[in-house]
């Protein structure tokens, strides 16, 4: 294992330590563990919390800032934050207007998401919650009994962050988050493998050949192993299977073209090209375009397309103002 960290016992601190340093401006840690929240809390808005499992920068982290996430909770790599650390970033965050949490499928995830919302709301906090279930690949996997919640999950982060700091109260922030989970849709593949420090060696094969379609983020297995095929064909591959779920026909969308870890933006802009290509000849308008690393995977190769359906709304909410370490527009 060839890996720039100090011990596998500090990889999630040191990493979230080194974050603070370098975006100081805009976000603090909290003392409780590997809670990170803005610098300068505010007040008269829902605070957005969301976390999991690190491994996935810039996600959670990257996201905490104006017009996003209030608060982001790390846990060890790949592993669910524990329900005390998502109470304490509650406890850090809550204003009178509530709090929505934005949790991806997975088991553990959930469970200790809402751990920690009954121990909130205990203290009388508001507390509602979105679970993201984007990923079309495969209806269960090892972690989750539904789909897996996947990069589609920036994009609630995006939008119900900006209507958030347009002062709505928590029942209208949950509607606007639960509108984008219900119109995203994603699929991904890997051409290597990621693996975790812990561990220390690979958490599966693939041959020089080979790749893997509808893989998770985690290295989850996805729908099927095949020869290694020219870049439109992979594209073509995954956006069948996205545009077959919901419909997009006529639609205008929001398109996610997101890197696992080591693939480089060439190829990335390689997959867009031909992303614009197939949704222009379905019909399906292009509004906006994001490409590069959204939600990783630590090192793994491959990448992930998400299209999100829009409507006036949600166009409005995604070109809202966003200044975050990892997005900013």
């Known amino acids: 294992m060839k890996k720039l960290i ?3 016992d500090n990889v999630e601190q040191e990493m979230i330590v080194g974050m603070v340093k370098a975006y100081p401006n805009h976000v603090r840690k909290l003392d409780c563990g590997n809670v990170v929240v803005r610098a300068h809390k505010k007040e008269g808005k829902v605070a957005l919390i969301s976390g999991g499992g690190s491994g996935h920068e810039p996600a959670h982290g990257g996201y905490v800032g104006e017009g996003m996430l209030d608060c982001a909770v790390a846990g060890a790599v790949f592993t669910s934050p524990t329900p005390d650390q998502i109470y304490e970033g509650i406890k850090a965050i809550a204003t009178d207007k509530g709090v929505l949490m934005v949790v991806k499928n997975y088991t553990g995830d959930v469970m200790n998401f809402e751990m920690a919302a009954e121990m909130a709301e205990a203290d009388g906090v508001s507390v509602k919650y979105v679970v993201t279930n984007d990923d079309v690949a495969v209806k269960d996997s090892l972690y989750t009994t539904g789909r ?5 999950t ?3 982060h995006k939008i119900a962050g900006a209507k958030a700091e347009t002062g709505a109260d928590l029942d209208e922030v949950h509607r606007v988050a639960q509108k984008v989970v219900d119109n995203v849709r994603t699929m991904g593949m890997a051409l290597t493998p990621c693996t975790v420090p812990a561990a220390g060696k690979p958490g599966f094969e693939l041959g020089e050949d080979e790749m893997e379609i509808g893989i998770g983020i ?11 095929r020219s870049a439109d064909e992979i ?3 995954l956006l069948d299977k996205i545009v077959a779920d919901i419909d997009y026909s006529g639609k205008e969308v929001a398109v996610m073209i997101n890197g696992s870890g080591a693939t480089p933006l060439m190829e990335l802009f390689i997959a867009n090209n031909k992303v614009h290509d197939y ?7 292009i509004y906006k375009t994001f490409v590069g690393n959204y939600m990783t995977s630590i090192e ?3 990448f992930s397309i998400s299209l999100l359906r ?3 709304e949600l166009k409005e909410l995604l070109d809202a103002k966003a200044d975050t370490p990892a997005f900013k527009q």
């Open 279 to 285: 949704l222009t000849e379905k019909g399906i308008k």
């Open 235 to 237: 594209v073509t591959m």
């Open 154 to 156: 920036v994009f609630v």
């Open 6 to 8: 100090n011990s596998v």
């Open 218 to 228: 985690h290295g989850e297995p996805g729908t099927h192993r095949e020869k290694i």
């Open 148 to 152: 897996r919640g996947v990069a589609g």
């Open 300 to 302: 793994m190769a491959g």
């Open 310 to 312: 829009l409507d006036e």
